[in-house]
């Protein structure tokens, strides 16, 4: 049969749309999502037909599948953008797939907030106009001891707003060695210039004495500013002013104090075997000024920038109006709210902020969630299967999120190593499944991380590698 034949045998856009299974997809999908994928798989039909993929001889069997092509590619362009993954790569504080998961009992209360009216700027005593800044502020100076607190919408914000009220077109002293870029692109200097005020580095890369910040004050100092290094560190010949140092320097010129603590931690660390983290507590003790931090990194909260403490500081921020353009919705406060709470109890806290949670994980609970998994898959895939093999292995977990960077956690995870097939090409088919695994390949081999894992995802995990084990096979 000629080519021109073959193209006459595909059928027309309406004829498919009669088809049983169609209907049943147009009661399911937007139209215009099925007849998009039926155009589409008609036109890779006439390509395939084109480059004589398909041939008289089996160009009946591809047209007797079209309805169920259609049907997988209109289920796949009807998904959400943003989507759940299945965070297997051991990184707790992972910025790329959304830092700190937010526990379901939050988000009740998160839920409960944004499908109704609420009081976000109504003071209920009064009756009239209230702060949406008023909900978090008692909460946090409990925790933190700090006077006063506020809360936008993340740390850079947080950062650039404090400078653009204390010193704009002033000069802020900071030590060459904390002007760092924190991913994406925040870099400090930046943001410093975002903010009107004028940067003023001293000291050297490695070290900065007290004698460099005095030296730099003039009528023009606004502020001297501690940035938390985040996500490196100098070991070797090194040092850096202390707190301590620096406010007796503020108090001697009467010239604020702030400090970026990046991720913010409100607990003592060390007691579950992680490395002392100077808390926000500490620096609110030790006399800090002003003291910001993120909301998903440490905390476990949601995506927020917090700002607590010295009251006329505070206040004159609220009035700033770059406040406006920051600020937070109604959906963080409830969030942050209902998260903050949880800090009342430290016990309660460990298991209900899942960043927290999965941090303090005992070896025994990783070891347990290992054996699970590995059993469930061992119970699935073939064990005549030469392809695949899975065993449990040590390895260690990253705190993530600039957090801690030198920080190794012991961990166990599911390691898969495969024979005669491609391991990056598994890597991707997981990465591809309908709720994506993401996973960490090393030496040619698979590693799932039993901590960034919950256990409700164990059989969508088994799932996904048995749809890919066959998908790289080439058996579907
Ligand atoms: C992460 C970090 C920031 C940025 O915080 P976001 O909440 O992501 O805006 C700023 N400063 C430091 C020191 C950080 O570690």
């Not at 890779?44 to 160009?59: P, Q, S, V």
Request: proline share 3%.
């Amino acid at each position: 049969m000629e080519k021109r034949n073959l193209f006459s045998l595909i059928p027309k856009v309406d004829e498919i749309l009669k088809e049983p299974l169609m209907t049943r997809l147009l009661d399911k999908l937007p139209r215009v999502i099925v007849v998009d994928s039926i155009r589409e798989e008609i036109q890779l039909l006439r390509e395939d037909i084109k480059n004589d993929f398909i041939t008289e001889k089996n160009i009946d069997k591809r047209i007797e599948k079209l309805p169920s092509l259609i049907e997988k590619r209109a289920n796949k362009k009807n998904r959400f953008k943003l989507r759940k993954v299945i965070n297997g790569t051991g990184v707790v504080i992972h910025t790329n797939l959304g830092r700190s998961p937010i526990d379901e009992e939050i988000m009740k209360n998160v839920f409960e907030i944004s499908s109704n009216y609420s009081n976000l700027e109504f003071d209920l005593e009064s009756g009239k106009r209230g702060s949406r800044y008023s909900h978090l502020e008692k909460i946090l100076s409990d925790i933190t001891g700090a006077e006063a607190a506020m809360v936008v919408n993340n740390n850079a914000a947080a950062v650039m707003l404090v400078l653009s009220t204390l010193a704009k077109e002033k000069e802020v002293i900071v030590s060459r060695g904390e002007l760092i870029e924190i991913g994406g692109s925040f870099r400090v200097p930046e943001v410093m210039e975002q903010s009107g005020a004028i940067l003023v580095d001293v000291g050297t890369t490695n070290k900065t004495h007290i004698w460099d910040y005095e030296k730099a004050i003039n009528e023009e100092t606004g502020v001297f500013l501690k940035v938390h290094t985040s996500n490196y560190r100098i070991l070797g010949f090194t040092s850096s002013v202390s707190i301590e140092e620096l406010y007796e320097l503020k108090n001697k010129y009467n010239i604020p104090l702030v400090e970026d603590l990046g991720s913010g931690v409100l607990i003592d660390l060390s007691k579950y075997g992680l490395e002392y983290e100077p808390t926000v507590q500490d620096s609110i003790k030790k006399g800090v000024d002003i003291v910001t931090f993120s909301g998903d990194k440490l905390l476990g909260g949601p995506q927020a920038g917090i700002i607590v403490g010295k009251r006329e500081y505070i206040d004159e921020m609220k009035k700033n109006p770059l406040t406006r353009a920051i600020r937070v919705d109604k959906f963080t406060i409830s969030a942050l709210e209902a998260t903050l709470k949880l800090y009342l109890d430290e016990e309660g806290m460990k298991k209900k902020v899942p960043t927290i949670n999965m941090l303090t994980l005992s070896q025994e609970e990783l070891e347990n969630k290992a054996n699970i998994l590995k059993e469930k898959l061992k119970c699935n895939i073939n064990i005549n299967d030469k392809n695949i093999d899975i065993e449990i292995v040590d390895d260690y977990s990253e705190v993530g999120g600039g957090s801690l960077p030198l920080e190794k956690l012991p961990t166990k995870c599911i390691c898969i190593s495969l024979k005669d097939l491609s391991v990056s090409k598994f890597e991707k088919s997981l990465r591809n499944f309908k709720t994506p695994i993401i996973t960490r390949v090393y030496k040619d081999k698979i590693y799932i991380d039993m901590r960034t894992i919950k256990e409700s995802d164990f059989d969508t995990i088994v799932e996904g590698v048995l749809e890919t084990l066959n998908e790289v096979k080439g058996v579907l």
